[in-house]
C-alpha cells in the first residue's frame, strides 16, 4: 500500500498524519515545544526545537506504513522569521507571528502611508506579525544581528534546509512575509532596498506543488523512508486548513479556532480592501485567499480555565474529566449575551480586523450580579464576536457566505459550535475529521505526485459532517450586544496605546 505523509509545523507542536491515497488515517504524531516569552511582547521558539519535533514526529507516523511513502508535504505556522549565517547555522530563535517587538515600525508606517503601500503590493496587513517589519525593527534594535545574518528565512526554510541543503521557499509562504509583490510573483526589489536586504540573503521562490529530492541519509535512515522521497513544498497552515476543510468552492468561508483564529475564503483573482483589514495571497491554480487572522482565539479559553478557574481545574482532575469541558459545562447555565457582559478578548494585541498590536482585553458591563460563570460565558462569546467581526469585513469584499465550515480545537465544544452559528446567524458545518491542515498538505502532495487533478479531490477525504442551525432565540440578544461591542473598541483605540506603553514601562516581574 502507498501512503502520503501530512505534516503541520504549528505555533505550539508540530503534528504527522500518515494518510493512505484513499485518505484514511494509518498513523499520528502530535509533537510539542516551548514558546519563548523572555520580555515583554516577545514571542519566540528554538528552530532547532521544531526540526527535532519534526524529525520526531515524521519518524513515529512512518513505523505505521506497511508499504511505501510516496512523499511527504507540510503546512506551516506563517510569519515566522529566523537569520541564519554564512553556514546557515540560526543566529535567531524562530520570531513568530506572535511577536509584538516590532509595534512601532509597524505603528510607524500605518501612520505615514508605507505600511499601505507595502499592503497593495503583498496583500499583508499592516501589523507586527509580518517579517517585514520585524526586519525593520531588528534592523534598528540589533544593527550588529541584523548586519552579520547571512540569510533570513521562515521556520520551514530552516527545517527543509536541515533536510536537502537547499534554501528554497514557495509562493504562499513568501506573500506572507510582506517582501514578495503578489501580482509579479517575485521578491520586490524596492520593499527590499527600504528594508536594507537583497535578494540574495532570501530563497528562492518555487511553487507549492514543487518537490525536493536527496534527503540527508543519516536522517533518511532515523526516520526510516529512502533518501530519493520526494518533500512536497506545501503552503501556509491558513490555506491548507482552508483546503483540508473542503471549503474551496465560491463563497465558502471557513472558520478555525485554534490558539490563535481565522476567518477565510478562496477567490480567483487578488482582492485587496481599501481599509487594508484584510490580507490576501496566492495559493495555486488560479486560488487566492482571503480573510483575517486573529490572535486571541482558543488561548482565551485557556487563560480563563487558569486565571479565573483554577480550583475547577484541580477538581476537573479528581472526577477525571477534562477541564474544558467542565467550564463548558458552567457557562452553559449563563442566558446567551451574559445578561449584558461584554468581553474584549485581545490578551495579546489583535490583528484582523483592528491591526492594533498594542490592543487589550476588557470587561465591559460587570454588575453585582455578574459571576465568574458570566465570565466564562462572555470570554467565549468575545472571541465569537471578534472572529463575526472579520467575517463582516471579508462580506464586504466577496459578499454573504454560501457555506460556512469550522474546526480546531473550539469544536470540540457543543456550546461553542452553537453560539457560532448564532452569532453568525448562519448554519455551521463541522466535519469529523481532524487536522485539516495536514490533509490539506496531503492534498497538494496528491496533485504534485499526478494522483490527483485539483484540490477538489479532497472532498472525497472529509467524510461526515454535522451541521449546526442558529437558535434565534439567541439572535436578539447578541444583534443588540454586538453595536456596543463595537462601540466600546473604538472608544478605547487610543487608550490601548497608552495602557499598553504603561505595562512595557512597568513590566510584571516575570517579564523583566
Not at 482552508?242 to 478555525?256: D, H, R
Not at 449563563?334 to 482585553?361: C, K, Q, T
Amino acid at each position: 500500500m502507498d501512503y502520503v505523509v501530512g505534516i503541520d509545523i504549528g505555533t505550539t507542536s508540530t503534528k504527522a498524519v500518515l494518510y493512505t491515497l484513499q485518505g484514511d488515517i494509518k498513523g499520528y504524531s502530535n509533537q510539542l515545544y516551548p514558546l519563548y516569552q523572555d520580555t515583554p511582547d516577545m514571542a519566540e521558539e528554538d528552530p532547532d526545537e521544531i526540526f527535532n519535533a519534526t524529525v520526531t514526529a515524521l519518524t513515529e507516523v512512518v513505523k505505521n506504513a506497511d508499504g511505501r511513502v510516496r512523499a511527504v508535504s507540510f503546512s506551516t505556522q506563517q510569519h515566522s522569521l529566523v537569520g541564519l549565517d554564512a553556514d546557515h547555522k540560526p543566529l535567531t530563535r524562530v520570531i513568530t507571528w506572535a511577536d509584538n517587538r516590532s509595534e512601532k515600525q509597524a505603528t510607524e508606517l500605518g501612520k505615514n502611508g508605507q505600511g499601505l503601500k507595502i499592503y497593495n503590493k503583498t496583500g499583508l496587513p499592516i501589523h507586527p506579525m509580518g517579517p517585514v517589519y520585524k526586519l525593520l525593527w531588528l534592523k534598528k534594535d540589533e544593527s550588529q544581528l541584523f548586519n552579520q545574518t547571512k540569510y533570513w528565512v521562515g521556520i520551514k526554510e530552516y527545517v527543509l534546509w536541515r533536510f536537502f541543503h537547499q534554501l528554497k521557499e514557495e509562493t504562499s509562504m513568501a506573500a506572507t512575509t510582506g517582501l514578495m509583490n503578489i501580482f509579479k510573483m517575485d521578491w520586490d526589489e524596492d520593499i527590499l532596498k527600504f528594508v536594507g536586504i537583497t535578494r540574495d540573503q532570501l530563497p528562492e521562490l518555487v511553487e507549492p506543488t514543487s518537490q525536493l529530492t536527496g534527503l540527508e541519509p543519516k536522517l533518511a535512515d532515523q526516520i526510516g523512508i529512502p533518501a530519493d522521497t520526494p518533500f512536497v513544498m506545501g503552503a501556509t497552515d491558513g490555506a491548507l486548513a482552508e483546503i483540508g476543510l473542503g471549503a474551496i468552492g465560491k463563497g465558502e468561508v471557513a472558520v478555525t479556532i485554534g490558539t490563535s483564529g481565522a476567518v477565510r475564503t478562496f477567490i480567483d483573482k487578488p482582492q485587496l480592501d481599501p481599509k487594508g483589514r484584510t490580507y490576501c495571497y496566492p495559493v495555486m491554480d488560479g486560488k487566492w485567499i482571503v480573510g483575517g487572522p486573529v490572535n486571541n482565539g482558543g488561548i482565551v479559553f485557556r487563560w480563563v480555565r487558569d486565571n479565573l478557574f483554577a480550583p475547577e481545574k484541580e477538581t476537573a482532575k479528581l472526577l477525571d474529566m477534562d477541564p474544558y469541558d467542565l467550564l463548558t459545562d458552567i457557562a452553559k447555565k449563563i442566558p446567551a449575551g451574559s445578561d449584558g457582559l461584554i468581553f474584549h478578548p485581545f490578551l495579546g494585541g489583535e490583528r484582523a480586523p483592528i491591526w492594533n498590536g498594542n490592543a487589550r482585553g476588557s470587561f465591559f458591563g460587570l454588575t453585582r450580579t455578574h459571576t465568574r460563570a458570566h465570565m466564562v460565558r462572555a470570554a467565549l462569546e468575545g472571541v465569537v464576536f471578534n472572529l463575526y467581526t472579520v467575517q463582516l469585513a471579508l462580506q464586504e469584499a466577496v459578499g454573504e457566505p454560501t457555506l460556512i465550515t469550522a474546526t480546531g480545537g473550539f469544536a470540540r465544544s457543543a456550546l461553542w459550535r452553537q453560539m457560532l452559528a448564532d452569532i453568525f446567524e448562519h448554519p455551521v458545518t463541522i466535519p469529523e475529521a481532524f487536522e485539516s491542515g495536514c490533509l490539506g498538505a496531503m492534498t497538494l502532495a496528491l496533485i504534485s505526485i499526478g494522483e490527483a487533478d485539483d484540490m477538489s479531490v479532497v472532498k472525497k477525504f472529509i467524510g461526515k459532517q454535522n451541521t449546526y442551525q442558529p437558535d434565534p432565540t439567541n439572535f436578539k440578544n447578541y444583534r443588540d450586544l454586538l453595536p456596543i461591542y463595537l462601540s466600546v473598541g473604538r472608544k478605547l483605540e487610543g487608550e490601548y496605546d497608552d495602557i499598553a506603553e504603561y505595562q512595557r514601562q512597568h513590566p510584571h516581574p516575570s517579564e523583566e
